[in-house]
C-alpha cells in the first residue's frame, strides 16, 4: 500500500488524538436526577447550574468563533450553547464532517466553559432550512408537510419516514462522535431539533396524516390527556374538539423528535431536551395564533408520552410581560420535567434568572450573546446594558455555581426576583424567617416598590441558624418564626432600626447576628474576606447594592 504525504499526515494527527483522549480521564457522563421532587443536572458527579449564553443563529463557524468568546468572557457565562448544522455535519449522504464540533470542543476547553449543542436538524424554527442540500433537492423523498389547500408549506412532514430515518442516522453519528471526541464531557446537554413545529397551518393534511387524523387516538394519549369521551375508541376530533389539530401534530412531531433523540441517546446517554416557542401564558390564543406542534404549554404531556427519550421540555422566553413571564417558569416546573430556560431575551428579563433559581431551575440562558453583529450597533446586535444586566447575576453567583446548584437540589435555597409593585418578600426556612425589603424600600421609612424593578436575591439555608446571603438593590434581615397573631409587627419598618422580634411561647425573641462573615468562595470552600459588625446597611439589617457581596450569616436570639 502507498501512503500519499496527505494520508500520512491524517495518519498521524488521527492517532495524536486517539493517544491524546487515551490520556485524559474519562468522566462521567452528565445525567439528570430525581430525590424527592426535584432535580439536578449532574456534571463530573455533583449538580451543576448552566449559567449559559447562546449564541446567534449562524455562529458555530470556525471563523465567528472569535467573535464569540469575548462575549461569552464579558457574560461570565459557565456554559456556551451552540447550534451544530445538519447541512455542514452531513454535505453529502452518509458523509460526515466533524471539524466544526472538533473546533469547538477544543475552543469551548481553551475557554474554561461548557457546552450545550443545539442540533439543528429537521426543524429549526419550525422550517427545515438546516437540512443538506441534497434532501432538499429530493422534495418527493423529504417532503413538507401540505396545508388544507394541498399546498406545500415551508415546514418539514413528520410522517416523512425517509428524512426521519435520514435524521436519526446523522444524529446518532452526530452524538457517536461526542462519545468518543469528549471523554472531559466538555458537552453537558444536547438539544434535539430547534423549536420544532410548524407556522402558518395546524398539521399535516397529507393523505396519510388524515388517514391518521380520522383514525382512534393511541391509549397512552387518552391516558396522558385524561381524555374522557362518550366515544370508546374516539378519533383525534372527537377526543380533543377545538384542540384536535394542535394535539395531533404535537403527537405527530414528538413522535418523530423522539425517535431521533433515542437514537441519539442510545449510543450515548447524555441529557436531551426540545425546546418550545411559547403560546401566550395568560391569554393562550386560538389555535393558529402560535407555533403548533412543539411542546407549548397545553400539550406537555402528550410530548412527555410520545417522546421519553427527552429529558426536559424547556420554555424559550422572550415576553416582556413579567406576570407572563412568571408563569411561563411556574407551568414548565413540573413533577416531571426540570426547568432550564435555554432562549431568552430583554436585559429587564435578566432578574428572572432568580425567580427560575426559586423553582429549582437547573439553567437559564439569553439568547444572541456574541459580537458576530457588530458590538454596539445594527440590527439583532447586542447592546452593552444587556449584556451587564446578564453579566452581574452571573458575576455574583458564577464561583459559587456548584454550592447553589447542591442547595437548591437539596431544597434550601430560595430566590426571588422584584416584581412590579411589590416592595416586600418574606421567605420562609422553619425557625427563621428571611424578610427582603427592595430597591428604594430599603433606605425610606416606607415599603415602596422601584421604578423599574431590578432586584435579585438569594438566601439559602447551611445550618439550623446560618445562612447564605446575596443579592442586588435590597435588604434583608431575619425574623424568629412566632405565629402570625403574635408576631410584633406584619412589616420590617426600613430605618427605624427595629429589631426583628417575634413572641414565642409567651415570649419575646429578638434576632442577633452572631456572626456576619462577607465570603468568597474559592477552591470548593467559603474563603472569609472579613466580618461586618457596624451600624450603616450591617447589623442594621443587611443592605446590598450593586457589588456582588456574599455573607454568611449566623444567627441566634436574646
Ligand atoms: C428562537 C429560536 O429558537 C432561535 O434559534 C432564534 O432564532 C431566536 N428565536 C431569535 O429571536
Known amino acids: 500500500m502507498k501512503f500519499t504525504s496527505t494520508v500520512l499526515a491524517a495518519l498521524v494527527a488521527t492517532s495524536l488524538v486517539v493517544a491524546l483522549h487515551a490520556q485524559v ?5 452528565p445525567r439528570i436526577v430525581k430525590k424527592d421532587g426535584r432535580f439536578a443536572l449532574l456534571v463530573d458527579g455533583a449538580p451543576y447550574l448552566v449559567l449559559g449564553g447562546q449564541v446567534h443563529n449562524s455562529s458555530t463557524w470556525p471563523a465567528m468563533l472569535p467573535k464569540v468568546w469575548p462575549a461569552m468572557e464579558d457574560l461570565n457565562v459557565n456554559t456556551v450553547e451552540m447550534p451544530i448544522y445538519w447541512e455542514q455535519f452531513e454535505p453529502r449522504p452518509g458523509q460526515y464532517d466533524y471539524t466544526t464540533i472538533d473546533t469547538v470542543l477544543t475552543q469551548a476547553r481553551q475557554h474554561h466553559v461548557r457546552l450545550v449543542l443545539l442540533w439543528f436538524g429537521t426543524w429549526k424554527n419550525g422550517s427545515q432550512h438546516y437540512m443538506p ?6 422534495p418527493d423523498r423529504y417532503p413538507h408537510l401540505v396545508d388544507k389547500n394541498g399546498q406545500a408549506v415551508d415546514s418539514p412532514s413528520p410522517f416523512a419516514a425517509a428524512s426521519l430515518e435520514a435524521d436519526k442516522t446523522a444524529f446518532t453519528a452526530f452524538m457517536r462522535h461526542l462519545k468518543k471526541a469528549d471523554p472531559e464531557r466538555t458537552v453537558i446537554m444536547v438539544q434535539v431539533e430547534n423549536e420544532a413545529g410548524t407556522w402558518g397551518t395546524l398539521r399535516d393534511y397529507s393523505p396519510a396524516a388524515q388517514k391518521l387524523f380520522t383514525s382512534p387516538v393511541p391509549r397512552d394519549m387518552l391516558d396522558a390527556m385524561q381524555v374522557t369521551s362518550s366515544a370508546s375508541s374516539p378519533n383525534w376530533q372527537e ?32 441529557p436531551l431536551y426540545a425546546n418550545a416557542a411559547l403560546r401566550d401564558p395568560l391569554k393562550p390564543g386560538a389555535p393558529g395564533s402560535y407555533e403548533s406542534g412543539g411542546p407549548t ?4 404531556a402528550i410530548w412527555k408520552v410520545a417522546a421519553p427519550a427527552l429529558d426536559i421540555l424547556a420554555p424559550d422566553i422572550y415576553t416582556n410581560d413579567p406576570a407572563a413571564y412568571l408563569k411561563v417558569l411556574e407551568l414548565y416546573h413540573r413533577d416531571d420535567n426540570p426547568l432550564f430556560v435555554p ?14 433559581l426559586g423553582l429549582q431551575a437547573i439553567g437559564f440562558s439569553p439568547f444572541g450573546m456574541d459580537y458576530t453583529r457588530g458590538q454596539d450597533t445594527g440590527p439583532g446586535s447586542r447592546q452593552p446594558d444587556e449584556f451587564l444586566a446578564w453579566a452581574m447575576s452571573y458575576r455574583l453567583i458564577g464561583p459559587m455555581q456548584r454550592e447553589i446548584a447542591r442547595l437548591n437540589f437539596e431544597g434550601k435555597l430560595q430566590a426571588v426576583a422584584e416584581e412590579e409593585g411589590r416592595a416586600t418578600e418574606i421567605l420562609p426556612f422553619g425557625s427563621w424567617n428571611a424578610e ?41 434581615d431575619f425574623r424568629p418564626t412566632g405565629t402570625e397573631q403574635q408576631r410584633k409587627s406584619q412589616h420590617i419598618i426600613p430605618g427605624t432600626d427595629e429589631t426583628p422580634s417575634a413572641l414565642i411561647d409567651g415570649k419575646w425573641q429578638h434576632r442577633q447576628f452572631l456572626r456576619l462573615e462577607q465570603v468568597t468562595w474559592e477552591n470548593g470552600a467559603f474563603k472569609h474576606v472579613r466580618t461586618w459588625g457596624g451600624r450603616g446597611g450591617e447589623t442594621n439589617g443587611l443592605y446590598f447594592g450593586e457589588a456582588p457581596v456574599v455573607l454568611r450569616v449566623s444567627l441566634t436570639t436574646y
Open 297 to 300: 404549554d397545553n400539550v406537555l
Open 239 to 270: 377526543a380533543f374538539g377545538p384542540e384536535a389539530e394542535v394535539c395531533f401534530h404535537a403527537w405527530s412531531v414528538a413522535k418523530y423528535v423522539g425517535q431521533v433523540a433515542a437514537a441519539g441517546k442510545a449510543v450515548y446517554p447524555l
Open 133 to 138: 442540500e441534497w434532501m432538499k433537492l429530493a
Open 25 to 29: 480521564k474519562e468522566r462521567p457522563i
Open 436 to 476: 427582603v425589603t427592595f430597591g428604594a424600600a430599603r433606605r425610606g421609612s416606607t415599603p415602596a416598590a422601584n421604578p423599574a424593578p431590578a432586584v435579585r436575591m438569594l438566601v439559602a439555608q447551611l445550618a439550623d441558624n446560618q445562612f447564605l446571603v446575596t443579592g442586588y438593590d435590597c435588604r434583608i
Open 343 to 356: 432562549e431568552t431575551g430583554g436585559a429587564a428579563n435578566a432578574r428572572f434568572l432568580f425567580s427560575a
